[in-house]
């Protein structure tokens, strides 16, 4: 099955800095997305992007679909940016299959 | 956002017991929901792909008869663990998909048998 790598697997990061997590797959996919998952389990749908880029506020997303990846751009990190970033893939079974995560800590 | 709701959120049970856990969209009508489990500090695992009116499409390594889904309507799916054991202990979260394909997902379900 596909395989979907995430890096780094962990950073930390102190208030105000910048930072780039990736995402790889090693087959071609139908959508992709991103998602935050906070202290309490709860995934926050943060991009759809099976293709291109996109930006909402401090956030930014690239997938280069050809080259079977994906970054995601946090800008001016804070605090509550702490969490597990996760990228998910859609086969063409449509089934998401989820990365292996960043966990990010952002310290004050 | 299309919202999904996920109940209960937190359940504690003994062992042999079974715990059936509901998972519903609230705006939007979702033919294809999907069940997720997540051990601590991992990534989600997918467990199966629920279609309304029809079986669920289980993953490898699932056993079907202990993660019975049912997919009775447009906007409800439910996820009942029969029998549960320690080892079920975990965190499981559903998931909706909208007729553009992208995901939604439900606040999760903590699972304890003691």
């Known amino acids: 099955g596909i395989q979907v790598e995430q890096s780094p697997p962990d950073l930390i990061l102190q208030e105000g800095a910048n930072s780039t997590l990736r995402c790889n797959f090693s087959d071609s996919v139908n959508n992709l997305q991103w998602f935050h998952q906070n202290p309490w389990g709860q995934l926050i749908n943060l991009f759809y992007?099976?293709?291109g880029t996109k930006q909402n506020g401090r956030l930014s997303a690239t997938t280069v679909a050809t080259e079977r990846y994906s970054l995601l751009y946090i800008s001016s990190s804070q605090t509550t940016d702490s969490g597990v970033y996760f990228c998910a893939v859609q086969t063409g079974t449509y089934k998401y299959i989820f990365g292996t995560g960043t966990r990010l800590k952002v310290l004050a | 956002g299309a919202v999904v709701s996920q109940h209960p959120s937190r359940v504690i049970c003994k062992s042999g017991t079974s715990v059936k856990i509901e998972c519903r969209s609230l705006d939007f009508q979702a033919t294809t929901m999907f069940w997720y489990r997540q051990f601590p500090k991992q990534s989600l695992m997918l467990m199966a792909t629920?279609?309304?009116?029809?079986?669920?499409?289980?993953e490898q390594g699932v056993e079907k008869d202990k993660f019975l889904i049912n997919h009775a309507s447009l906007t409800l799916s439910t996820l009942t663990v029969t029998s549960a054991h320690p080892e079920d202990s975990s965190f499981y979260i559903c998931?909706?998909?909208?007729?553009?394909?992208?995901?939604?997902f439900g606040e999760g379900s903590r699972l304890t048998v003691l």
């Open positions: 629920s279609n309304e009116g029809s079986k669920a499409t289980y």
């Open positions: 992007i099976p293709s």
């Open positions: 998931s909706a998909m909208g007729n553009t394909g992208e995901l939604f």
